[in-house]
């Protein structure tokens, strides 16, 4: 089964992905999802020699919501800040955010998740990989904003993979 299937969520989530791009429940688009899941891990597995390690599976979907609940919130106060507030008042900022995580995919998910979200980017990363460097459109306390990065996000995903 480890053969066919050599990496499970990927094939699940895939599969999860197809779906909700085609949008309709039939018998076609399971087969073709079901090929796309198994076909495209396969090809792939060569380029992954080592699994990430996601310790609780659960709380990457609880994270995932988060971050959805997050986006969603950050698009109205994005609107906000760029249709109401005077240019003058707009407080950009670079943001140098300190790393807990040692997984480059843990790494890679939290940089995802900053760009995601509207109103912050992830622009850089150390040579030693061990500080983001993050720009937000307004951040009128960098400090603060960098805590929340580490507390909503990184402590999570801490959780998740170590």
Known sequence: M???FPHPFLTLTLIVLWFLLVNEL???SL???AVL???IPLLTTAWWPDRPKVKHPLRLAS???LVLWDVIVANFQVARIVLFMPRAKIQSAWITVPLDLT???AISLLAGTITMTPGTLTADMSACGRALLVHALHAPDPDATRDDI???YESRLQRIFQ
């Open 150 to 152: 580490k507390a909503r």
């Open 103 to 105: 997984s480059p995919e």
């Open 2 to 4: 480890k053969r066919l």
């Open 37 to 39: 899941g198994t076909v």
């Open 31 to 33: 087969v073709l999802a």
């Open 26 to 28: 039939k018998l076609g």
């Open 63 to 65: 994270y995932s919501l």
